[in-house]
Antibody, heavy 121, light 110 residues
Framework: EVQLVESGGIVVQPGGSLRLSCAASGFSFGDYTMHWVRQPPGKGLEWVSLITWDGGSTYYAGSVRGRFTISRDNSKDSLYLQMNSLTTEDTALYFC??????????????WGKGTTVIVSS | QSVLTQPPSASGTPGQGVTISCSGSTTNIGTNYVYWYQQLPGTAPKLLIYRNHQRPSGVPDRFSGSKSDTSASLAISGLRSEDEADYYCATWDGSLSGWLFGGGTKLTVL
């Protein structure tokens, strides 16, 4: 069974930094593209970023480009999101999401339960 | 304001059918597959429809998807109380080089 467990969410001050992690199991992590998606409290879903299976390509939403960095360690079956220059607009539940594509980027299929980031002074 | 437009709410009575629309443009829905996700209260989203109309295993055939030009629809027939959830459409946008979600539609089963 595919499992994605996010961690690292905390309360952080505006302007601060944070790194989220996602531990994957139940599939060959290094063969699949991965995504981060966030959901502000009471609001809809916003795609944040994706990284291809080999880490060779990354894509970002305009709202986070230049501030967030997605990365992965295939030897540890782990996905990361480094978040810098945080603002209150970044307050959200952050989901780690597996892509369906094997050595390709297709679509988001399996979601973790999420980790909560609160940006507040 | 989302690039993909969905009605904020929809409703129906048990046994009825309901359709949720998702409107985009040529750079997103017009040239890419559409996906639908169901988010039950307090849970993570779940893939409901992929590649416009395909259902993952385990998704009842009461759920169906379609796409035409720059719009897509999710139809739910034989509404059940457990269908009460938020529904999101999603697609890739080639101009933005990123994924887009619709604003979400809250379905109420009366």
């Amino acid at each position: 069974e595919v499992q994605l467990v996010e961690s690292g969410g905390i309360v952080v001050q505006p302007g601060g930094s944070l790194r989220l992690s996602c531990a994957a199991s139940g599939f060959s992590f290094g063969d699949y593209t991965m995504h981060w998606v966030r959901q502000p409290p009471g609001k809809g879903l916003e795609w944040v970023s994706l990284i291809t299976w080999d880490g060779g390509s990354t894509y970002y939403a305009g709202s986070v480009r230049g501030r967030f960095t997605i990365s992965r360690d295939n030897s540890k079956d782990s996905l990361y999101l480094q978040m810098n220059s945080l603002t209150t607009e970044d307050t959200a539940l952050y989901f780690c999401v597996k892509d369906d594509g094997f050595h390709i980027h297709y679509y988001m299929d399996v979601w973790g339960k999420g980790t909560t980031v609160i940006v507040s002074s | 304001q989302s690039v993909l437009t969905q009605p904020p709410s929809a409703s129906g009575t048990p046994g009825q059918g309901v359709t949720i629309s998702c409107s985009g443009s040529t750079t997103n829905i017009g040239t890419n597959y559409v996906y639908w996700y169901q988010q039950l209260p307090g849970t993570a989203p779940k893939l409901l429809i992929y590649r416009n109309h395909q259902r993952p295993s385990g998704v009842p055939d009461r759920f169906s998807g379609s796409k035409s030009d720059t719009s897509a629809s999710l139809a739910i027939s034989g509404l059940r109380s457990e269908d009460e959830a938020d529904y999101y459409c999603a697609t890739w946008d080639g101009s933005l080089s990123g994924w887009l979600f619709g604003g979400g539609t809250k379905l109420t089963v009366l």
